[in-house]
C-alpha cells in the first residue's frame, strides 16, 4: 500500500464519529435494574465448592474428568465381559477345533 | 443447555470406545487352545504329551470327517436345488447325511473323552461339563443352509 493509493489516503483521513446516544447511562441501569444479578444458576455452579466453580477452567475440568471417569468405565466393563465369558469362549473356539460339523460349517479346520 | 450436553456425549463415545478398544486387545491376547486347556484344567506335562498324542491320532480322522461332510453338505444341497430330483435319491442323500453326523458326533465325543480321561478326576469333570455342551448335539446336526 502506497502513500498514492486511494484506499491508503482515504483511511488515513477517515475518523470514526460514534452516534450520540443521549439516554444511554440511563438505559443500561434500566436493564440491569430489570434483571438483577442473581446466584449462580449453572450446573457446577451448584455441584462444585464455590473456588472451583468460580474459576473459568471448571467446565474444562469436569468435562476432562468426565471423560476420565468413562475411559476407565468402558475398559474396565470390557475386562470384567471378557473375564466372566473366557472361559466359555474358550471351551467354544476349543470345541470348534475338535468338531468337524462346525469347522466346516464355518470353513475353518485345524 | 446444549454447552452441558457435549461433554457427556463424548464421555458416551469415550466409554464405547474405550471397551471396544480394551474387548479387541484382550481378544487378541487369547492364548491358543492348547496353552488355555494347559493353564485351565492345571494339567502335567506328561498329560499334555498325551492329549497332543490324542490330538495328532485324531487330527486324520477329523481330516477325513471334514472332507466327507463337506462333499455330503454339497450333495445335499445340490439336489435339493434340483427341481426334478427323485424323491427316493433325495431321501437316501439324507439317510447318508444323518449317518455321518452320527459318526462325526460320535467321533468327536470320543476323543473328548480320551482326553478327560487323561486329566485328573475334578478337572475332567470340569472340561466335559465346560467342553461338551459346545459340541454339536445330534439333533442339531442338520446341514448348515438346507431347509
Not at chain 1, 467354544?92 to 475338535?98: G, M
Request: hydrophobic content about 45%; charged content about 25%.
Amino acid at each position: 500500500m502506497n502513500d498514492q493509493d486511494p484506499l491508503a489516503l482515504l483511511l488515513k483521513k477517515w475518523r470514526h464519529q460514534p452516534r450520540e446516544v443521549p439516554d444511554f447511562n440511563r438505559s443500561v441501569w434500566a436493564r440491569l435494574q430489570a434483571k438483577p444479578a442473581t446466584e449462580d444458576s449453572s450446573l457446577p455452579g451448584r455441584l462444585l465448592p464455590f473456588p472451583l466453580a468460580s474459576t473459568r477452567w471448571a467446565m474444562s475440568v469436569a468435562a476432562s474428568l468426565l471423560v476420565l471417569l468413562s475411559l476407565a468405565a468402558g475398559s474396565g466393563a470390557a475386562f470384567a465381559y471378557e473375564s466372566i465369558n473366557r472361559d466359555e469362549r474358550m471351551a467354544s473356539a476349543y470345541a470348534r477345533t475338535i468338531d468337524p460339523l462346525q469347522m466346516t460349517s464355518s470353513h475353518a479346520h485345524r | 443447555m446444549k454447552r452441558w450436553l457435549w461433554p457427556f456425549g463424548l464421555a458416551l463415545v469415550a466409554a464405547v470406545a474405550a471397551f471396544a478398544i480394551t474387548r479387541h486387545c484382550v481378544d487378541r491376547s487369547m492364548p491358543d487352545e492348547m496353552t488355555w486347556l494347559r493353564e485351565e484344567f492345571a494339567l502335567t506335562p506328561a498329560q499334555v504329551t498325551a492329549i497332543e498324542q490324542l490330538n495328532i491320532a485324531y487330527e486324520p480322522i477329523c481330516d477325513d470327517h471334514c472332507q466327507r461332510i463337506s462333499s455330503a453338505r454339497r450333495r445335499l444341497k445340490t439336489l435339493e436345488a434340483a427341481p426334478n430330483t427323485p424323491g427316493a435319491e433325495l431321501a437316501a442323500a439324507q439317510t447318508a447325511w444323518q449317518g455321518l453326523c452320527d459318526e462325526c458326533t460320535t467321533a468327536t465325543r470320543a476323543h473328548l473323552e480320551a482326553v478327560a480321561a487323561q486329566m485328573s478326576p475334578e478337572q475332567s469333570k470340569r472340561y466335559l461339563e465346560l467342553v461338551g455342551p459346545k459340541l454339536t448335539r445330534r439333533d442339531l446336526g442338520k446341514p448348515f443352509g438346507l431347509r
